[in-house]
């Protein structure tokens, strides 16, 4: 099982980037995906997550009207639309697969660079 990441990048105060993650080597039905990330000298932290059939969406505070996340099973990928960044979204951003039927996250992807300028 892999997931890639991409699609981050330098982008200055106010900007927007859209990251992917595509999943392969099985399919993830009943699957969550979720992002999380992982800011210079600090711990990882859950950013949001989608349901299988995105029906369900959900954000942590500070990326909420600003983050939309979005997937398409037909692809086995999952995005990350990112509006109005912040010099403090800057991190790592990676991707992740749990069940639907457990709070673990099973499956990670290797992170994609996201930088912010101010």
């Known amino acids: 099982v892999q997931l890639q990441a991409s699609g981050g990048g330098l982008v200055q105060a106010g900007g927007s980037l859209r990251l992917s993650c595509v999943a392969s080597?099985?399919?993830?039905?009943?699957?969550?995906m979720g992002w999380f990330r992982q800011a210079p000298g600090k711990e990882r932290k859950f950013v949001g997550e989608i349901s299988w059939s995105s029906s369900v969406t959900i954000y942590v505070d500070s990326v909420k009207g600003r983050f939309t996340i979005s997937r398409d099973n037909a692809k086995n990928t999952v995005y990350l639309q990112m509006n109005s960044l912040k010099p403090e979204d800057t991190a790592v951003y990676y991707c992740?697969?749990?069940?639907?039927?457990?709070?673990?996250?099973?499956?990670w992807g290797q992170g994609t660079q996201v930088t912010v300028s101010s």
């Open positions: 992740a697969v749990r069940s639907t039927w457990t709070d673990v996250y099973d499956y």
């Open positions: 080597g099985r399919t993830f039905n009943n699957h969550v």
